[in-house]
Each structure stands twice: as C-alpha cells, then as structure tokens.
C-alpha cells in the first residue's frame, strides 16, 4: 500500500504496467515464493519478480545467501533503511497526519507544526539508540538452533533413538554456548557500529514505526502501522520520497 501511494505521487501507474503485489509474511519464507519451479513457470511467460525486504539487521552474508540461486528475471532489493517506516520519517507529511488523526478523534487541539514535529522526532529517537543496538546483538547472540532430523531416520525406539535425542540436545546446547562465549564481543561490534554512524543516520537505524508512534503520542495520537503506513506514504510529496522509494517503483514499471 505504501509502494502503491508513492507511485501515485509519482504519477506511475502501477495497473497500466501490470504491477501486482504478493506479501510474503516475512523474509524468512522467501525461499518458499522464490522455489526453482514457481521462478521458472513465471519466467516463461516473461514475468519479472522482485522482493523487496527491509533491510532490519541482515549482514552482507545473509544477502547474498538470499540473493544466490536466483534468476535474472528474479531480483532481491533489500531496503537502504530499517524497514519500510523509516522511509515515512518526514516532518512536513507527519505533522498532517498528526492533524488529520487529530480530527479524526474529535480533538480540537492545534497542530503541530513542522518544527515541532522534527524537534519531537530529535527527542524521541535518542532512547530508542539502545533498542536499535540490542535488536543486532539478540540476532547475533540468538540465532534459532535446530535439530538434525535426518539423523532420526531408520531409527527405532529404545535407547538407540533416546540417546540420539541426547546428542542433539547436546549438540544444540554446543551452539548456544559457542555464541555465549562472544557475547560481550558482539555486544562491543554492534554498539560501535550503531555509535559510529548514529548522528547522521539515527533516523533510519531505530525501528520507524516505533519512532513515529511515539512522536505522535507527544501530540496526544498513535501511528499503527498496519493501518496508517499507507496514510501517511500519501501525505509525502514527491521530493519526500527517499530516492532508492523512487528508484524501485520506476524499476518495477519500466
């Protein structure tokens, strides 16, 4: 909805180009939409694909792990910010919608104005520094640890099967430990680089939704994001819209 409010803007017509749109729940069931057959029965008929993740705390190797195995015809975009909020951190557009909610409620209170919209903005993303540094370091330091059910088959029951059960347990508690030992080591990393690139990139490191929410409780609304991202996409002008926002919806019409 967002994507279709800045192609609006950007008078791009999205059902012209044929443009369709496919939530995948999360990044982590891309390789079930991305699937060799599913890819090659779209290609053949000269679809092209795109997936667009926010870029969150991935690291290089991620990307290129999702990226790998794909078509030409098929292209992950990863977001140049957090997530698809911190593309709608624009004080101008925040301080209608914060109006717009306002009235929505019945308030009759006056609305901020930009200024005070971004010096609300300035004052909210300073706590959030921590949250941001401990989002990476709980990726980092608690990774999903699974077991190895192949080793389970032509097992029966008895003590062979317990005493596999026994050694992957085991084998799991290995991996949690190994990532203990370098959890002060991940947790120095990630603050360092958070700080290093903090005061000219705050506002696309801490959680966009949050911030926003938080901004608009100062002026007495809330931000919910399953149903205000589209909102407020639509109160950004063209030159509010960040310019990978703008390369994206191009590349998808063109």
């Known amino acids: 909805e967002v994507i279709r409010e800045w192609a609006s803007t950007l008078h791009i017509n999205l059902s012209q180009a044929c443009v369709g749109f496919v939530q995948m729940g999360g990044v982590r069931n891309l390789a079930h939409f991305a699937a060799e057959k599913t890819l090659s029965f779209l290609t053949k008929r000269q679809v092209r694909m795109w997936f667009l993740i926010d870029k969150d705390e991935k690291d290089a190797p991620e990307i290129n792990r999702l990226t790998s195995g794909l078509t030409e015809q098929a292209r992950v975009v990863v977001l140049e910010r957090r997530e698809l909020e ?31 919209v971004h010096a609300a903005l300035l004052k909210e993303v300073e706590p959030l520094k921590q949250l941001a540094i401990g989002k990476r370091v709980i990726k980092l330091a608690c990774p999903p640890v699974y077991p190895d059910r192949d080793s389970f088959v032509g097992l029966e029951g008895g003590e062979g099967f317990e005493a596999r059960v026994r050694s992957e347990v085991d084998r799991m508690k290995g991996k949690l430990s190994a990532v203990e030992s370098t959890l ?5 990393t990630q603050t360092q680089s958070v700080e290093s690139t903090w005061e000219g990139h705050k506002f696309n490191i801490v959680p966009g939704d949050i911030l926003i929410d938080r901004t608009c409780q100062g002026f007495g609304v809330r931000f919910v994001k399953e149903r205000d991202s589209a909102r407020l996409a639509a109160l950004l002008e063209e030159d509010e819209i960040p310019p990978d926002g703008k390369d994206f919806v191009k590349a998808i019409t063109h």
């Open 86 to 116: 911190n593309y709608l951190i624009a004080p101008r557009a925040l301080a209608k919608f914060i109006l717009l909610k306002q009235k929505l409620a019945g308030s009759t209170t006056n609305a901020p104005s930009t200024e005070e």
């Open 184 to 188: 002060e080591k991940i947790i120095q």
